[in-house]
């Protein structure tokens, strides 16, 4: 079964410094992709990055970069200069085989950190 | 950009009732799913949806859910007797092709439906 964990509840940081949000994984699975989403306080999902596990290279995207270190099972999430804006919560997600080995795209989330920038 | 409409925003519903929550995804799209958020908890996958029927479905859904496609445009999720503690968020999302592990195809996520049980 695919796991993924987000061990930080909530983080603060100030505007224009980075960020770094935690995601570990555990999965079985050689193929998988992981996923970044911004939820912010109206609710909607926001989709902000993407990694494949066969990516050589980490994934970047704007202010968004994905620090994926495949043997630690990580996927961890750096918002370089932090905007007002960016206060939200962030979800860390995996996509992968189901356990028929087919994939259907079901996603499975990691609990969310609650990401808070002071001005 | 073409999005993931869902209606209503805000369903208040008495225990017991039925509820059809819905949906429209993005229209050249061909995997559909339903999540699920309690407040102030983690997005939980419910249903995938593919050609016409389940792909894969969670615990969660069990028989009081259901969901079909009715007129090739909308999506639906129906429950049929309500209970308290299905009061949560419930986003509809879609995927455009073949999806494959090996793609970078996002999940597009609707708005959500906020469902309150009374």
């Known amino acids: 079964a695919q796991k993924i964990t987000q061990t930080q509840p909530g983080m603060f940081v100030q505007e224009k410094e980075a960020v770094t949000l935690d995601c570990t994984y555990d999965?079985?699975?050689?193929?998988?992709?992981l996923f970044w989403y911004k939820q912010p306080s109206s609710g909607e999902m926001i989709f902000l990055i993407y990694q494949g596990s066969y990516d050589q290279q980490n994934a970047t995207e704007g202010r968004y970069s994905l620090n994926f270190q495949k043997a630690r099972k990580s996927a961890n999430l750096v918002i370089s200069a932090s905007q007002l804006g960016d206060s939200a919560m962030y979800f860390c997600?995996?996509?992968?085989?189901?356990?028929?080995?087919?994939?259907?795209?079901?996603?499975?989330f990691g609990q969310g950190t609650i990401l808070t920038v002071h001005p | 950009e073409p999005e993931v409409t869902q209606t209503p925003s805000h369903q208040v519903t008495q225990m017991g009732q039925e509820v059809i929550l819905r949906c429209v995804p993005i229209?050249?799209?061909?995997?559909f799913y339903w999540y699920r958020q309690i407040l102030g908890q983690k997005v939980e996958f419910l249903v995938s949806f593919y050609n016409n029927e389940i792909s894969e479905k969670s615990e969660i859904f069990d028989d009081q859910f259901s969901v079909e496609r009715p007129d090739g445009s909308n999506f639906t999720l129906k429950i049929r007797s309500t209970k308290l503690e299905d009061s949560a968020m419930y986003f509809c999302?879609?995927?455009?092709?073949?999806?494959?592990?090996?793609?970078?195809?996002?999940?597009?996520f609707g708005d959500g439906t906020r469902l309150s049980i009374l």
């Open positions: 999302a879609s995927t455009q092709n073949m999806v494959s592990i090996y793609s970078n195809q996002p999940q597009h």
């Open positions: 997600a995996m996509r992968g085989p189901n356990a028929g080995g087919t994939s259907y795209g079901k996603l499975t």
């Open positions: 229209s050249n799209h061909l995997y």
């Open positions: 999965t079985s699975d050689p193929s998988y992709g």
